[in-house]
């Protein structure tokens, strides 16, 4: 493919919030280096404007794509509304991973540039990984966003939890990347192609290609051994069973704010990469009978993979001690809710994961950022460190029940408006009731799930009131506040929220 | 002469298999670390296989070769470079607090 200056610039021009992104992180570690100074919240609110700088490119360019053709950025990054979906929900979680980072009382103050130039490279792989319909990319941006990840679960290299937490994680993300790709290459030497559009027959490639339906009638063990092993690559970046092995280990491990990260951009990029793999190659208006067919059995597997992933997740979370790792386990058991969207294989099931995913955003960061709070005051995350804490930071604690009932998903918080859309689209009429066995393992898992919930509340306000005072943190506590009112504001405000991410489901070119 | 492609992607197989039974038997860190590169190495190979039977027909067809499996191939070599200095670097904070490399030494964090 030959390409000429007019389109070099071109495909710049559409790249403009990566370059941003990647010039910002590159300015954080230079300054890092320039100013050594002892404060570097600095360097933080400069991160923060860059992905505000960031957003807004995407936001324009939100308003430009949606037409039937997608621009494509050098043939390899696709402009959709779909990805820019998903960037903007990344630099939005950034953002406040971010200002975490800075209110985080156990991380030290100077010389953290690196902590900020890590989180912006995370974005950076984000950003391709779930803008691109190219396998290559996809791998780069998965990889990328895997390397910085490692980094900074083991940012506190001299803290022995960290260190291990690190470790951990680059096994099995190495072990998941090998599956990956050889899943990957598989499907390459099947079809000779690594484009998924072209794969699936909608977009023409040169040269010898076979489409998917051909390879699936001609050879369908390769591809189910293929299909297996990239969904297993994508379980590992979605924490889904049987590859959820690392992650309460690592969540447990890591830094909060980098937990926080981990469970909500690293989670929802995974999602977002494995929507448009599935999209793209099973739904697309060309696809062929027996593709649609064979979409249908990946989806019987993903609804197995979605019952196995929240129950695990659920029984798990409730035997801790410690509230972070009952937060890991819980994050593991709203991967199986969001799978039951998924595993729909409908692009309102799609649409209804994309929309918990909002949803998970609002209640997960909240969770976790009243964890960051009192874990700094205690210096301990188990349960029993939060006895009778309601009472010296009532602002605070309130905010964490609306984060709890969400997380269960109990009106009249958002929570609940996401599941119901996710039953909504399983007991999906084009279905059949297939799904109806799923529905009911997500709603007895909700309910399982108030008691690991509660036992929370119940040691905040519950208890003794506690001897120790706490510090009042009010930029924290601000955007806490803003972020429950937000979980219940939106249930009542949801339909322009519905819509966005209906308008920004784009794939199938209805 | 020339290998068939058959024998190529079948020691591709065989080298992946080799490393994941590494990967699940192996206590220390250093050979779960090799065990990992094989797989990715095997994935390769399998990449470049292909490729080479899309290329024979293409070659036939008049077109140029296939090149996106080699160049992934390219890409993957060097992420695997960089994952092993990653585990690498993380090893050796281990060794210096613990003085050994086996997997045993990670075993604070669990249920």
């Given at each position: 493919m030959f390409l000429t200056g007019d389109i070099h610039a071109k495909s710049l021009g559409l790249l403009a919030p990566e370059l941003v992104l990647v010039a910002v992180s590159l300015l954080i570690l230079v300054l890092d280096l320039v100013w050594k100074e002892r404060d570097s919240s600095r360097l933080g609110w400069i991160s923060i404007g860059g992905l505000a700088l960031t957003s807004f490119l995407l936001l324009l360019a939100f308003g430009r794509s949606g037409g039937p053709e997608h621009e494509t950025a050098f043939a390899l990054v696709t402009i959709d509304r779909f990805g820019i979906f998903f960037k903007l929900f990344t630099c939005?979680?950034?953002?406040?991973?971010?200002?975490?980072?800075?209110?985080?009382?156990?991380e030290r103050k100077s010389h953290i540039g690196e902590y900020y130039f890590l989180l912006l490279g995370a974005a950076i792989g984000i950003f391709?990984?779930?803008?691109?319909?190219?396998?290559?990319?996809?791998?780069?941006?998965?990889?990328?966003?895997?390397?910085?990840?490692?980094?900074?679960?083991?940012?506190?290299?001299?803290?022995?939890?960290?260190?291990?937490?690190?470790?951990?994680?680059?096994?099995?993300?190495?072990?998941?990347?090998?599956?990956?790709?050889?899943?990957?290459?598989?499907?390459?030497?099947?079809?000779?192609?690594?484009?998924?559009?072209v794969m699936a027959g909608v977009a023409q490639g040169e040269g010898v290609t076979r489409s998917l339906a051909q390879a699936i009638t001609e050879s369908p063990g390769a591809v189910a051994i293929a299909m297996v092993m990239i969904l297993g690559g994508f379980s590992y970046k979605m924490s889904v069973a049987p590859f959820h092995f690392w992650a309460p280990d690592v969540y447990e491990g890591a830094p909060t704010p980098v937990t926080t990260f981990l469970a909500v951009g690293s989670k929802a990029a995974g999602f977002g990469a494995l929507l448009r793999f599935l999209a793209v190659l099973f739904q697309d208006g060309g696809a062929a009978e027996a593709v649609r067919a064979y979409g249908l059995q990946v989806g019987s597997l993903l609804a197995l993979l979605a019952a196995v992933t929240m129950?695990?997740?659920?029984?798990?979370?409730?035997?801790?001690?410690?509230?972070?790792?009952?937060?890991?386990?819980?994050?593991v058991a709203h991967a199986g809710y969001l799978l039951v969207g998924v595993a729909a294989m409908t692009s309102e099931g799609f649409e209804a994961a994309m929309f918990y995913l909002v949803a998970y955003y609002l209640m997960n960061l909240g969770a976790f950022g009243v964890l960051l709070y009192f874990s700094g005051e205690t210096g301990e995350e188990t349960f029993d460190s939060l006895d009778g804490l309601g009472y010296k930071a009532p602002l605070i604690s309130v905010a964490m029940v609306v984060f709890l009932i969400s997380l269960t998903g109990l009106p009249p918080m958002i929570g609940f408006l996401g599941k119901w859309k996710l039953i909504q689209a399983a007991m999906d009429p084009a279905l059949d009731g297939r799904l109806l066995w799923l529905v009911i393992c997500l709603v007895l898992n909700s309910v399982v799930s108030l008691y690991y919930y509660l036992r929370v509340a119940k040691h905040l306000f519950l208890k003794q009131p506690a001897e120790r005072s706490v510090r009042p943190a009010p930029a924290l506590t601000g955007l806490l506040v803003v972020l429950a009112v937000l979980n219940v504001l939106l249930l009542a405000y949801a339909r322009p929220l519905v819509e966005w991410t209906s308008a920004s489901f784009d794939l199938i070119l209805r | 002469m020339s290998v068939p492609t058959e024998y190529l992607l079948g020691l591709a197989a065989i080298l992946f298999g080799i490393g994941i039974a590494g990967f699940l038997t192996r206590r220390n860190l250093i050979v779960v670390l090799m065990s990992i590169e094989l797989m990715l190495n095997a994935a390769n190979l399998s990449l470049v296989a292909g490729a080479r039977m899309h290329s024979t027909q293409r070659l036939l067809d008049g077109a140029g070769p296939d090149l996106q499996g080699p160049v992934l191939a390219i890409f993957v070599i060097a992420v695997a470079a960089v994952e092993a200095a990653v585990g690498l670097a993380l090893i050796i904070a281990l060794y210096r607090r613990k003085q050994t490399v086996s997997l045993e030494s990670v075993s604070e964090l669990r249920d």
């Open positions: 939005a979680a950034l953002a406040v991973v971010i200002f975490f980072v800075m209110q985080d009382r156990r391709f990984m779930v803008g691109t319909n190219n396998l290559l990319l996809l791998v780069l941006g998965l990889e990328l966003l895997s390397l910085a990840s490692y980094s900074l679960a083991g940012f506190h290299k001299a803290e022995r939890r960290s260190a291990e937490a690190a470790m951990k994680y680059v096994i099995f993300g190495g072990l998941s990347a090998g599956v990956m790709v050889y899943g990957i290459s598989l499907l390459y030497g099947l079809t000779g192609t690594l484009d998924l559009r129950t695990i997740g659920n029984l798990a979370a409730m035997r801790q001690e410690s509230v972070k790792r009952m937060l890991a386990y819980s994050s | -």
